[in-house]
């Protein structure tokens, strides 16, 4: 391939360029897969844009063998992300040719010794390269993950009064309803919530007859599902029906989560005078309608709102189960078990022995997925227990040894997604990845692979 210092020259040898890899993109493809995709796009786009530049054949043909030894890096693909990854490829193609040859339209003839790069146009991505890594992954943090004491503190002081407001009022409405203290939980109290502190949970536990009732793990149901718990009611020959509060909430012998969502809807949602509380604390409080579970959003004036989840639930030892229907659906009877508390302690933990970074790579991989509309159906929980899987063969979680995790943890989950399953630490029967639909699997399987060429595309 011939290219020459001017444009009409230039323009042709990268036409060429582009015939060629068009020529091989179905071959490329069949055999690399996801892999493929993500790397052969960069290498389409660092070729455009090299030859644009190229002053002499030599260089061109040097800067030609540089990428595709970048290309042949790739050793390994999914076999699961193949749908649409041809017209994927062209698309990218396309897009990046067309602004190839509107850049060089705009460039005046002249010799490529006349040209001089403009150190004012490097674009943001050559910007971040110039920080390493380990020195990027801490601005990150620092800059979009982390947050600020003042934004925490006054969401927790939010989800404080609204749980002194409605625990005040079921006392006062329902005082025979045996519910234990409210509690704030979840990431906000966890110091495991990123980018912005706009959601806490608010825990009401309830309090349950150890000799009436009997809480059933799942793999002992019918469901065979382990989180999918059921509550049965026992020993109805000595206590019948109506010895415990709980007892109008039974459905076919079990308790219902659904129908304990159901009162509180009806008891706290539709019952509670809003714009009353709304005037005591100076904000406006209102109830968000439509959904299965139970969500208030407070908006403070002109700071973001902060949503409230009320999350009804029982203990039993270190077993906590929920009430969330929307986790459980169809069984009206099943409770959910949650692996938050164990995930979070077991973290805390092992931080604590060595002084690691777990519990903060976390939260910078949270960060990424959440301003990442690609990667954003990643969810807290698997990522929570890739680095517990992680943990169990790599030692040192080290601050200096950050970069060295982050990468791995992307290398980690590429081989998930190939698998199609990240088992949960503690439930191994469990898979995290499940709720994932293929496009998506598709979608964040190419974002990963960019990554691991390029990681600094993540922190864009």
């Excluded at 040859?101 to 006349?114: R, W």
């Excluded at 517990?388 to 080290?398: A, C, E, T």
């Amino acid at each position: 391939m011939n290219f020459q210092s001017s444009r009409r020259r230039g323009e042709d040898g990268v036409a060429m360029v582009i015939d060629f890899l068009l020529s091989n993109a179905r071959l490329v493809l069949g055999v690399g897969g996801a892999a493929m995709l993500g790397i052969a796009t960069l290498v389409v786009k660092r070729l455009i844009e090299r030859a644009g530049r190229a002053a002499d054949d030599e260089k061109v043909e040097q800067k030609m063998a540089e990428s595709w030894e970048e290309l042949s890096l790739v050793s390994a693909s999914p076999t699961m992300i193949r749908k649409g990854i041809e017209g994927v490829v062209m698309k990218h193609v396309a897009k990046a040719a067309k602004q190839q040859k509107a850049d060089l339209g705009q460039q005046p003839e002249m010799s490529s010794l006349d040209v001089q790069p403009k150190p004012e146009s490097k674009s943001k991505r050559v910007q971040l390269c110039v920080l390493s890594l380990q020195d990027r992954l801490q601005q990150f943090y620092h800059t979009r993950a982390a947050l600020a004491p003042h934004e925490v503190q006054r969401a927790q002081s939010l989800a404080l009064d609204i749980c002194t407001e409605i625990q005040g009022f079921l006392h006062s409405r329902h005082p025979d309803m045996p519910l234990g203290e409210m509690s704030l939980g979840g990431s906000l109290l966890d110091d495991l919530q990123v980018v912005s502190a706009d959601h806490a949970c608010l825990l009401v536990p309830l309090q349950l007859e150890a000799s009436l009732w009997r809480l059933i793990p799942g793999e002992e149901t019918l469901l065979t599902h382990p989180l999918h718990w059921m509550v049965r009611r026992i020993n109805l020959e000595y206590f019948p029906r109506g010895q415990s509060y709980w007892d109008r909430y039974l459905v076919g012998g079990y308790l219902s989560a659904e129908t304990v969502v159901n009162m509180f809807s009806k008891t706290v949602m539709e019952t509670m005078n809003w714009p009353s509380i709304s005037g005591t604390m100076d904000c406006l409080v209102r109830p968000v309608l439509g959904g299965v579970d139970l969500r208030l959003e407070i908006r403070p004036g002109s700071d973001p709102p902060l949503f409230i989840s009320i999350l009804p639930l029982l203990r039993e030892g270190d077993v906590v189960l929920t009430a969330e229907p929307e986790l459980t659906s169809p069984w009206v009877n099943a409770w959910h078990l949650s692996l938050y508390p164990w995930e979070t302690q077991r973290l805390a933990q092992l931080d604590a022995v060595d002084d690691g970074y777990r519990r903060l790579t976390l939260k910078i991989l949270k960060a990424v997925c959440r301003l990442n509309p690609t990667l954003r159906p990643l969810e807290a929980a698997p990522l929570a227990n890739l680095i517990l899987h992680l943990s169990d063969s790599q030692g040192d979680w080290s601050e200096v040894s950050l970069n060295v995790r982050f990468q791995q943890c992307i290398t980690e989950l590429i081989g998930y997604l190939e698998q199609g399953a990240l088992h949960s630490y503690f439930k191994p029967a469990v898979n995290l990845l499940s709720s994932l639909s293929e496009d998506e699997v598709d979608q964040i399987g190419f974002m990963l692979y960019c990554a691991v060429s390029e990681p600094e595309i993540l922190f864009i």
